[in-house]
């Protein structure tokens, strides 16, 4: 049977006049999907822990030790299952992947809200930090399947997934106050509504790799002279570096400043909304290219970073900077995903994986360093140095197009 204008029922073009492939999700589908994943994940499951820290931290009697010996426990999670995802998606696929990231979202809130004790705590933050690793590379191999000219913008919306669950979890946090408990198990019914919602996007037979589909594997140029692996994983792992004393310290910077703890929440709240300016990254880069796209946005991290550590007290300015500091990072970590994918074309999920997991061993390690240097000399210059080494991943800026087979 065809329908008006000849086409089949299983085809339909986009709003770029491409063709979509038969029984594979929208652009839309997958951005809402991956979006929603991520927000939970990473939005809510890992960054949860910092938006309630005071009052964990007050209802358990925890020591600063004790606190960051979790906190680093997600991380190191999260590293971890950044190295196993790419396997993962080969053994099992992209939904199941998908699925199981979603699930340690679920379980690992659901412990944290039932913690009466730190052990309970460090158990359940872990494995919601393990989530994180798991639910957004996936998306890049269910995207590398859209037409060209959306791909990128595709890919760069779901990794703004983070800012989303941001957003909502900081109204829920302040909305929660001393009630933690309850904010976790809000944050783990968003999760398992968005991993059913995965779970139905990414549906049987939709996640199939192009060289399983009965033809040859779709053919696309090798990455051009300049793409190196190095330098794409170097700058990652220094903007996670320099980005940690940021998410580490800067609240403790502006309540030691004389701001209340509800200031510090609007902060991260501000940084999570700002971040999702970044869905517009593969449009910036299309305009002033990748290499002016990630040395910009370096610097104007490093300014925001280093203006939270030198005027912690002045509210209107802290928000500006909370604001850049969240549209910059979100996009610097946009055209590393970007760029893994244009060095890993036969498989996306790896090259996005490789991006974020350098970036997040540098998050891993901010964290530690950061809290030697404020000991010695404090917390304005842990921010500064911070911004230093944001700087220093500007030397690291791609020399090529990271976007695969777009027109320009």
Not at 187 to 197: I, N, P, Q
């Amino acid at each position: 049977m065809k329908e008006g204008g000849g086409r089949s029922r299983a085809e339909s073009r986009d709003d770029t006049g491409e063709r979509s492939r038969p029984d594979h999700p929208s652009a839309v589908a997958l951005a809402v999907a991956g979006s929603a994943a991520v927000a939970t994940a990473f939005g809510m499951a890992r960054y949860g822990y910092g938006l309630l820290l005071p009052d964990i931290q007050d209802d358990l009697v925890l020591t600063p030790t004790m606190l960051g010996a979790i906190g680093t426990l997600a991380y190191a999670a999260y590293v971890v299952t950044t190295t196993l995802v790419g396997r993962c998606v080969v053994r099992v696929g992209q939904r199941a992947t998908v699925v199981v990231g979603g699930l340690l979202a679920v379980v690992g809130t659901i412990i944290i809200a039932m913690a009466h004790d730190p052990v309970v705590l460090a158990i359940g933050v872990g494995t919601a930090g393990a989530s994180a690793g798991l639910v957004q590379p996936p998306f890049a191999d269910a995207v590398d399947r859209l037409p060209a000219t959306i791909r990128a913008r595709t890919l760069a919306t779901i990794s703004c997934g983070t800012g989303w669950g941001v957003a909502v979890a900081a109204p829920i946090a302040i909305a929660a106050g001393d009630e933690w408990r309850g904010a976790y198990l809000g944050f783990a019914a968003c999760a398992l509504a968005s991993t059913l919602f995965a779970v139905y996007v990414l549906g049987p037979g939709r996640t199939v790799q192009p060289s399983a589909q009965g033809g040859p594997p779709r053919r696309r140029p090798a990455p051009r002279p300049g793409h190196g692996v190095t330098p794409m994983l170097v700058g990652a792992l220094l903007v996670g570096l320099g980005s940690a004393p940021f998410w580490t310290f800067a609240v403790d910077t502006v309540r030691d400043a004389g701001l209340d703890q509800t200031a510090g929440r609007v902060l991260l709240g501000v940084t999570g909304v700002a971040s999702v300016l970044a869905m517009g990254t593969a449009d910036v880069i299309r305009r002033l290219g990748a290499a002016r796209t990630f040395v910009l946005c370096a610097l104007l991290e490093a300014v925001a970073i280093a203006t939270v550590g030198l005027a912690p007290s002045r509210v209107g300015v802290v928000l500006i900077a909370a604001a850049a500091f969240g549209a910059a990072y979100s996009m610097l970590v946009n055209v590393s995903v970007l760029w893994g994918t244009r060095l890993y074309p036969d498989q996306p999920s790896v090259g996005s994986a490789r991006a974020v997991g350098a970036q997040a061993a540098g998050l891993l390690c901010g964290p530690v360093i950061g809290g030697l240097v404020a000991d010695l000399i404090g917390l304005t210059a842990t921010l500064l140095g911070g911004a230093v080494v944001v700087v220093m991943a500007a030397f690291f800026a791609p020399r090529g197009d990271v976007i695969q087979n777009a027109a320009r």
